[in-house]
Nanobody, 113 residues
Framework: QVQLVESGGGSVQPGGSLRLSCAAS?????MGWYRQAPGKERELVAT???????NYADFVKGRFTISRDNAKNTVYLQMNSLKPEDTALYYC??????????WGQGTQVTVSS
């Protein structure tokens, strides 16, 4: 069983920044972040492979940066220029070699003036 522990959520004003972290109990190839706003489906934010290949949703390109520290089995999400529509519960994600998905408990990000 893979465990994911997130940290770094909080409240910020529009235009502000937050950095999310997620530590995994084991290192798997693909790690990333999804988010879910109230009344909406969970959606991809960004993913990164062990080799550093990244994939971003269009709505975060140029504002969010995903990175990882393979030695620490940790993935990060640097979020800049935050907008009210970025308000959501952000979930850390990883997938095993057997295509089993694992999720963190979620960390709340609220962007409001």
């Amino acid at each position: 069983q893979v465990q994911l522990v997130e940290s770094g959520g909080g409240s910020v004003q529009p235009g502000g920044s937050l950095r999310l972290s997620c530590a995994a109990s084991v290192g798997l190839n693909t790690m990333g972040w999804y988010r879910q706003a109230p009344g909406k489906e969970r959606e991809l934010v960004a993913t990164i492979t062990r080799g550093g290949n990244t994939n971003y949703a269009d709505f975060v390109k140029g504002r969010f940066t995903i990175s990882r520290d393979n030695a620490k089995n940790t993935v990060y999400l640097q979020m800049n220029s935050l907008k009210p529509e970025d308000t959501a519960l952000y979930y850390c994600y990883t997938r095993s070699a057997y295509s089993i998905d694992y999720w963190g408990q979620g960390t709340q990000v609220t962007v409001s003036s």
